[in-house]
C-alpha cells in the first residue's frame, strides 16, 4: 500500500538534519511525532530510526486532515501506528461534523490513541479557554468510549488539566505528552497513575526543572519522544528533530536517572506495550 499524501502544514523545520547518535542495544520507540511535518521520505525516516535501535512510532493528529493521514500512514506500514485527536490550539475553531470525523477514525485499527489534546494556556488567549476545556472533556468522552488512551498537551494549564481529569474521571491509560512540569507535578501524575512523556527538551541546558521531573517520575511510568520535527535534544537544538534522535533523550533520562540505557530503553518499551496495547 503506497503512503497517504501529507497535508500541508505549517512549522517544519529548515536546516540540514544532524548525524545519527550512536545505536542503543535495546530498542526503543518515538511515543509522540508529526511524521507529516517532518517533510521527508517516510521510508528513509523509519529505516534511520530503526538501524539506531527506534522500531516503532506513534504518528500525532492534531485536527481532522492529519488525523486521517495518521491513520492511513498506519494502515500502509507495520512500525507506525496513529493517535487522533483536535489540538487544543484549533478547539474554537472546531464544529460538529470534526467531531464526528474524530470520533469515527478513533476506532480505526491501528489508533492507538486521542490525542493531542488538552489545554494550553501559554499561546491561546484566555477567551478562549473555555472552548479547549470544553473540546478537552469530549476528547476524554471518546478516548473512554474508543479504549483508546489519552494523549495530553499541557502547556502552562497543570492544575487546570488535573481539574479536568478529575472532574470527568480519566481514561485507563493518560500520557503527559512532552511533560513540562517541575517535580512536584511529576509526583501528583505519578499519584494519579498518569504516564510521563519526556521530549528533547530535557537535555537543553535550563531545563533543570524537568530534569527534577525525570529523576523523580517512577520507571514504570516513562515514555519517550521527539514531538518531531520539534524539540531536537543537545548537541542540535533548532536542527530538524525525527525519531532517530531518540537516543539522545533516552541517555540523557538515564543519567538523571542513574540506570543504564538500557533500563530506560527496556522501560519505555514495557510501558508503550502496556498504554498503548499493541
Not at 529548515?14 to 526503543?28: D, F, K, M, N, S
Not at 516503532?56 to 492529519?66: K, L, W
Not at 535534544?233 to 536542527?239: K, L, S, T
Amino acid at each position: 500500500m503506497t503512503e497517504p499524501v501529507r497535508t500541508s502544514r505549517s512549522g517544519q523545520r529548515r536546516g540540514e538534519p544532524p548525524p545519527a547518535p550512536p545505536a542503543l542495544t535495546t530498542p526503543a520507540l518515538d511515543s509522540h511525532c508529526h511524521l507529516d511535518l517532518i517533510n521527508r521520505d517516510i521510508g528513509e525516516v523509519m529505516a534511520e530510526a530503526k538501524a539506531v535501535g527506534i522500531e516503532r512510532v506513534v504518528q500525532i493528529g492534531i485536527d481532522v486532515p492529519s488525523s486521517q493521514w495518521s491513520v492511513d500512514l498506519a494502515a500502509s506500514r507495520d512500525d507506525v501506528w496513529a493517535a487522533v485527536a483536535i489540538h487544543p490550539n484549533e478547539a474554537s475553531d472546531t464544529d460538529e461534523a470534526a467531531w464526528k470525523a474524530i470520533a469515527g477514525l478513533a476506532r480505526r485499527d491501528r489508533v492507538v490513541a486521542i490525542g493531542e489534546t488538552g489545554l494550553d494556556h501559554f499561546r491561546t488567549p484566555q477567551e478562549q479557554w473555555q472552548a479547549q476545556e470544553t473540546s478537552f472533556r469530549r476528547h476524554i468522552a471518546i478516548a473512554k468510549e474508543s479504549g483508546r488512551a489519552l494523549v495530553i498537551h499541557d502547556r502552562d494549564a497543570h492544575d487546570d488539566v488535573l481539574r479536568v481529569l478529575d472532574s470527568e474521571g480519566a481514561p485507563e491509560q493518560v500520557v503527559f505528552h512532552c511533560f513540562s512540569g517541575d517535580a512536584d507535578f511529576a509526583r501528583r501524575c505519578a499519584d494519579g497513575g498518569y504516564v510521563m512523556s519526556f521530549a528533547g527538551n530535557v537535555t537543553f541546558k535550563n531545563a533543570q526543572d524537568l530534569r527534577d521531573a525525570a529523576a523523580v517520575a517512577p520507571l514504570d511510568q516513562l515514555l519517550v519522544e521527539t514531538d518531531g520535527p520539534f524539540l531536537t535534544p543537545m548537541p542540535h537544538r533548532g536542527a530538524p528533530n525525527a525519531p532517530y534522535l531518540v537516543p539522545l533523550t533516552v541517555r540523557a533520562l538515564a543519567e538523571v536517572k542513574g540506570v543504564s540505557e538500557d533500563e530506560i530503553a527496556a522501560a519505555v518499551t514495557a510501558t508503550a506495550a502496556r498504554v498503548f496495547g499493541w
